[in-house]
């Protein structure tokens, strides 16, 4: 079933609640957050899960989208790299997810759209079709042209694309920041359970506040 677990009213203290939980793994394993080597990952905030009308709604998800607005500002003004990621699927390239899913998210559905309220003017968008977003898309050849070495996750699905795209980065040899505030799915014992692999053995869990602190302060952050 799925639940609200971030509100607007919540989304502070139960992320904080979330990283206190992880302060072991961050202690250990956590490292420097730098900006001139960042890039920001938005992760499919399309309106095919902002939309309560829609079969896929992820009810927390409309409480991140200040966070990531916030973010996506942030590196825009200091002229870093923002992705949008916008995932489509048509019968030839679904795969397994046309077995897994009921629907698949066409180009044809008003729905899969990025949301309008986030700006995008100055960003890239990746069109991906499986839950990793660097699997056959242009991802990783951005990043690697800009200098890219950090990554900063955000969006939707926290357990889905959120959590594959981080280990696909991990793999790839970027230092991977997985925003807790900044993430959302449909239950929170999925979303906890994804800051609890990747806090293990692949992100560093970061809040929003923590990203911008850095750059607000032009310092390293972690």
């Known amino acids: 079933m799925k639940e609200a677990y971030f509100t607007p009213t919540t989304l502070e203290v139960t992320a904080r609640r979330m990283l206190l939980q992880l302060e072991e793994f961050r202690r250990r394993r956590s490292r420097p957050f730098t900006p001139p080597s960042s890039a920001l990952l938005v992760l499919d905030m399309q309106v095919y899960f902002l939309d309560p009308s829609s079969h896929a709604y992820i009810p927390s998800a409309l409480a991140i989208l200040p966070g990531i607005d916030a973010l996506t500002r942030a590196f825009f003004e200091y002229g870093q790299p923002v992705i949008f990621s916008r995932h489509l699927n048509s019968p030839e390239d679904a795969g397994q997810m046309a077995v897994w899913w009921r629907d698949l998210i066409t180009a044809e559905n008003p729905l899969s759209e990025i949301t309008p309220e986030l700006d995008r003017s100055r960003g890239s968008i990746v069109q991906k079709n499986q839950y990793d977003a660097f699997q056959a898309t242009s991802l990783e050849e951005i990043l690697r042209s800009r200098g890219v070495s950090q990554v900063v ?70």
């Open 153 to 222: 996750i955000c969006g939707v699905m926290t357990h889905l694309c959120c959590e594959t795209t981080a280990r696909s980065a991990f793999m790839r040899g970027f230092e991977v920041f997985f925003t807790i505030d900044g993430t959302a799915t449909y239950t929170e014992e999925f979303h906890r359970a994804s800051l609890l692999n990747l806090a293990h053995g692949f992100a560093t869990p970061v809040l929003v506040g923590d990203i911008m602190a850095a750059f607000e302060g032009g310092n390293e952050s972690s």
